[in-house]
T-cell receptor, first 112, second 114 residues
Framework: DTGVSQNPRHKITKRGQNVTFRCDPI?????LYWYRQTLGQGPEFLTY????????KSRLLSDRFSAERPKGSFSTLEIQRTEQGDSAMYLC??????????FGSGTRLTVV | AQTVTQSQPEMSVQEAETVTLSCTYD???????LFWYKQPPSRQMILVIR??????QNATENRFSVNFQKAAKSFSLKISDSQLGDTAMYFC???????????FGTGTRLTIIP
């Protein structure tokens, strides 16, 4: 039991399609983060929320990416007009600065 | 900007042996936290051990311990009595106090050989 549920686990999509991922923390957390992990690399920060407010976005988050956390609980990450370079594992995590970070199992996106 | 470097892409060790994974980092901050995360194949990333930079004492968690050298900006992980279940990718990570972004290294793939 990871404490953070991510769906779907795997997603294969054709280039140009839109995809949406969901992250559900099992317990309440003020802060929620999205990271992207490409093959052979460590995770890279994308964005984070404090409650429903999106407070920081990485340069990696192009205009085709949008993230929401409407009620301060679950979060969604949408990628529009997917490109092959978007193929990666998308990780959601909760936690606070200096504290323990709980990662979800991730959503593996493959763009063909 | 902070950087984290893991210079050992892959390592392997016999079961029950001790192995040390290396990590160096670069930062201008004085207060920060360092982590080692484990990512088993096809499973979620879990926290192995955490070190607060202002604490000189090295963190330990059962078979896992770190050698934190603040002046050298080095943060190695020692796994004692290695077990098959230790086979995983290991990531070193950094976060500045008051920051919200973890910076990860590129990882070390550790294989424990029966």
């Amino acid at each position: 039991d990871t404490g953070v549920s991510q769906n779907p686990r795997h997603k294969i999509t054709k280039r140009g399609q839109n995809v949406t991922f969901r992250c559900d923390p099992i317990s309440e957390h003020n802060r929620l983060y999205w990271y992207r992990q490409t093959l052979g690399q460590g995770p890279e920060f994308l964005t984070y929320f404090q409650n429903e407010a999106q407070l920081e976005k990485s340069r990696l988050l192009s205009d085709r990416f949008s993230a929401e956390r409407p009620k301060g609980s679950f979060s969604t990450l949408e990628i529009q007009r997917t490109e092959q370079g978007d193929s990666a594992m998308y990780l959601c995590t909760t936690g606070g600065t200096g504290g323990s970070y709980t990662f979800g199992s991730g959503t593996r996106l493959t763009v063909v | 900007a902070q950087t984290v470097t893991q210079s050992q892409p892959e390592m392997s060790v016999q079961e029950a042996e001790t192995v040390t994974l290396s990590c160096t980092y670069d930062t201008s901050e004085s207060n920060y936290y360092l982590f080692w995360y484990k990512q088993p194949p096809s499973r979620q990333m879990i926290l192995v051990i955490r070190q607060e930079a202002y604490k000189q004492q090295n963190a330990t968690e059962n078979r896992f311990s770190v050698n934190f050298q603040k002046a050298a900006k080095s943060f190695s992980l020692k796994i004692s009595d290695s077990q098959l279940g230790d086979t995983a990718m290991y990531f070193c990570a950094f976060i500045g106090r008051g920051d919200e972004k973890l910076t990860f290294g590129t990882g070390t793939r550790l294989t424990i050989i029966p």
